[in-house]
């Protein structure tokens, strides 16, 4: 335990990004709470001093309470929050049953929210604090299939955005990290994929995208490039708001950017036939 240390708490911290984040954060010498749903059973994580795993689900407000309150008993006080925990869905909106929908927008929206409600009066007392937000480049820009997942990370973006200017009055900074297509096992463990009994109006469409999608996760980044551009965002002391990870997220901005919405729209139809 160090109290002298800066202290991240991490959601979501049991694989990728945020496992990995709370590793080098402790490469850097910082005290790291890692926060998980089921932290008995949590692997890749050697013990230390300025670790601690702790339980916390974003849909269970009493957990978030216990944990914040745990961390700071520990380490003196929170500096960063990385609101980390999420999943996505897959598939066409007309196959989402109403728990899927409602699960997608719990996890990825409002147990964000949670977190943050239950942790800024901490950085307010303060007058300091950073709460990290992790978005996606899908918070951005679109592809089909991807309509709740992509909901709630334009969700996130407003939300962030916004809570710059009512936070900012009290020292506390916001945080976007918007990664492309990351070696995870996003499409894995944490995907849900949107299937209705007889509905194949989109089976055509959706092997085609399945396919240009598999082609684009070849290339794609690894969590600790996002667990350095994470550490950079709590640790350049600036106003900046956004922070791009990977060159296809970067590409695919600058594309929109330049060339408009149309230019992007059209791109992803050619590709798809």
């Given at each position: 335990m160090d109290q002298m240390a800066q202290t991240i708490l991490i959601t979501g911290a049991s694989t990728g990004i945020g496992q990995e984040t709370a590793k080098y954060f402790l490469k850097k010498g910082w005290n790291v709470a890692a926060t998980?749903?089921?932290?008995d059973a949590a692997t890749g994580f050697d013990a230390h001093d300025r670790l601690k795993l702790l339980h916390l689900d974003v849909l269970d407000t009493g957990s978030i309470d216990a944990a914040i309150?745990?961390?700071?008993?520990?380490?003196?006080?929170?500096?960063?929050?990385?609101?980390?925990?999420?999943?996505?869905?897959?598939?066409?909106?007309?196959?989402a049953s109403s728990e899927q929908i409602a699960r997608q927008f719990d996890t990825n929206v409002t147990g964000l929210i949670a977190v943050m409600q239950a942790i800024i009066p901490h950085f307010r007392g303060n007058k300091s604090g950073t709460i990290i937000n992790v978005s996606s480049i899908g918070g951005r820009i679109t592809?089909?299939?991807?309509?709740?997942?992509?909901?709630?990370?334009?969700?996130?973006?407003?939300?962030?955005?916004?809570?710059?200017?009512?936070?900012g009055q009290f020292g506390i900074?916001?945080?976007?990290?918007?990664?492309?297509?990351?070696?995870?096992?996003?499409?894995?463990?944490?995907?849900?994929?949107?299937?209705?009994?007889?509905l194949d109006a989109y089976d055509d469409m959706l092997a085609r995208?399945?396919?240009a999608r598999d082609e684009a996760v070849k290339s794609s980044a690894a969590p600790i490039d996002?667990?350095?551009?994470?550490?950079?965002?709590?640790?350049?002391?600036?106003?900046?708001?956004?922070?791009?990870?990977?060159?296809d997220a970067k590409l695919f901005w600058r594309l929109r950017r330049v060339f408009g919405?149309?230019?992007?729209?059209?791109?992803?139809?050619r590709r798809l036939g």
């Open positions: 998980m749903r089921n932290p309150t745990a961390t700071i008993a520990e380490f003196g006080s929170i500096n960063v929050l990385l609101n980390n925990a999420g999943y996505g869905t897959q598939g066409p909106i007309e196959a592809l089909p299939f991807y309509s709740l997942y992509h909901g709630t990370k334009w969700a996130v973006e407003g939300i962030t955005e916004s809570l710059t200017f009512e936070l900074r916001m945080k976007l990290i918007e990664p492309g297509a990351i070696a995870t096992d996003f499409g894995g463990r944490s995907m849900d994929y949107l299937e209705k009994e007889g995208f399945n396919k996002v667990a350095k551009v994470i550490y950079k965002a709590a640790t350049d002391n600036s106003s900046r708001l956004r922070y791009l990870v990977g060159k919405d149309s230019f992007i729209l059209n791109a992803v139809k």
